[in-house]
Structure formats: C-alpha cells, structure tokens
C-alpha cells in the first residue's frame, strides 16, 4: 500500500474530507457512494460499483427489489426456471418467453 502523506482528523460527528486530488485521481464525485472494508488495522475506501448478486457481472444491470442483477442471469435463471427465449432484432432489449413444459 501507498503512503500519500496526507493526514486529517475526524470531526465530532465521525467526518473526514478527503482532499480534491484524491477523488480526482479515483474519479469520486459529490454524491458517489463509497464502500468501506476493514483489513487488520486499516480502514480502506473504495468507489462502490454495483454488480450483479450472482455473478459480480457489472454490465447491462437492472434494479430487481433493491438488487441489481444483469439480463445475462435473468437470462440464465429463466432457463433453469423451463422458459424459452427467444431473442430477435424486434425484441431485443425486450426478451419474449415463451413456457416450456419441463416436467
């Protein structure tokens, strides 16, 4: 782990600011939420991206009750649950399932 040099103090309501170069380099804006992890003595920081529950896949994610989950597992889960699929230039984006009698 890197040493920046820089230190500051938490205030009284448990706050600290992190300086401007530091979220410029890591791309962290007003608003952007942070994950926190602990190793041993230290507290590390890092820029949350959300990912899909079962696969940490973090593209093409739709929000399911607060989750995120991406269109390949919803893809895959309707497999597994008997659905067909079919996918064609008019319905991508808008998948079409049809049953599929598996018993």
């Known amino acids: 782990m890197k040493s920046t040099g820089i230190v500051r103090k938490i205030d009284q309501l448990g706050r600290m600011v992190l300086p401007s170069e530091l979220r410029a380099s890591f791309n962290i804006n007003e608003g952007d939420a942070l994950e926190i992890f602990t190793s041993n003595d230290m507290i590390v920081l890092k820029k949350y991206m959300p990912s899909d529950i079962f696969t940490g896949e973090m593209e093409d994610l739709i929000d399911y009750k607060g ?5 390949n597992s919803i893809r895959e889960l309707a497999r597994l649950a008997g659905f067909r699929l079919e996918e064609t230039a008019e319905t991508l984006g808008t998948d079409s399932f049809e049953t599929e009698d598996i018993l």
């Open 67 to 71: 989750k995120k989950v991406s269109r």
